[in-house]
């Protein structure tokens, strides 16, 4: 595995400045990505590009999000440490990562085996201690809900009830959603005490699509 040299210790800290200027707030997420090693999530030949606030190709025509949405992300969470959280879409594993910095229980399901194959080994060499599986993330994981947060890394063409049903009371779900020749509409969705459900909005972002409808088994 390639080394985590002072340099790319720098040039992380120089991004975190970055994300702190384009309006990150929160300093936990910030440190969370400031110890996270993104260069090895992405082939070498991206390694002297890791740290600029951008999306990069990965396996399986897939994309590592750029650092200022996995940021985005993870603070619109707003939940403390040892909340129990469930990613969709786990691709290389880099926001799996910052979800486990930031002290998060992490379950999160990928449905590109190549990717699954990638990810696993990579996060557990790393000493992420994460819950992975391969699967359909249109239906989530109903055997480990509830879940205080649910984020969603792909574009959902509409909102994911099944989803929404597995948050916990006051949890809430990122889900960017829209079609996919166009931005995106982020959405903060969180259920009351008495099961109600109210949805925000967060702004424009681009995502690649979440599919759904695969075979999965192992």
Same mark, same amino acid.
């Given at each position: ?6 340099? #790319?210790?720098? %040039?992380?800290? $120089?991004? *975190? ?18 110890? *996270?090693?993104?260069?090895?999530? +992405?082939?070498?030949?991206?390694? $002297?590009?890791?740290?600029?606030? !951008?999306?990069?190709?990965?396996? /399986? %025509? ?9 940021? @985005? %992300?993870?603070? /619109? ?6 909340? =129990? ?10 926001? /799996?990562?910052?979800? !486990? ?11 590109? =085996? ?15 201690? *994460? ?7 249109? =239906?989530?994981?109903?055997? @480990?809900?509830? @879940? ?6 792909? !574009? ?5 009830? /099944?989803?929404?049903? $597995? ?16 931005? %995106? +509409?982020? #959405? !903060? ?18 995502? *690649?699509?979440?599919? =759904? ?6």
């Amino acid at each position: 595995m390639r080394n985590d040299s002072p340099k #790319h210790q720098g %040039q992380r800290m $120089q991004l *975190v400045e970055q994300l702190r200027e384009r309006g990150i707030q929160d300093e936990n997420v910030l440190a969370a990505l400031s110890r *996270v090693p993104r260069h090895l999530f +992405l082939d070498s030949s991206f390694e $002297q590009f890791a740290y600029r606030d !951008a999306a990069f190709p990965i396996r /399986a %025509q897939q994309t590592i999000s750029q650092p200022y949405t996995v940021a @985005f %992300q993870t603070e /619109a969470l707003q939940l403390p440490a040892g909340s =129990k959280v469930l990613e969709i879409g786990t691709g290389s594993g880099y926001q /799996a990562a910052v979800l !486990a910095e930031m002290g998060y229980k992490v379950f999160t399901i990928e449905r590109q =085996k190549e990717l699954f194959d990638f990810s696993r080994p990579l996060l557990s060499k790393l000493g992420y201690r *994460v819950t992975q599986k391969f699967g359909d993330g249109y =239906k989530g994981l109903p055997a @480990f809900a509830p @879940f205080d947060g649910i984020l969603v890394t792909a !574009a959902a063409p509409e909102l994911p009830e /099944a989803l929404i049903d $597995q948050l916990k009371p006051m949890g809430r779900l990122i889900v960017p959603v829209g079609d996919v020749s166009d931005d %995106q +509409l982020m #959405h !903060a969705i969180w259920r009351d005490e008495e099961g109600g459900t109210h949805n925000e909005t967060l702004g424009n972002f681009r995502f *690649v699509p979440m599919l =759904k409808d695969v075979d999965t088994q192992r």
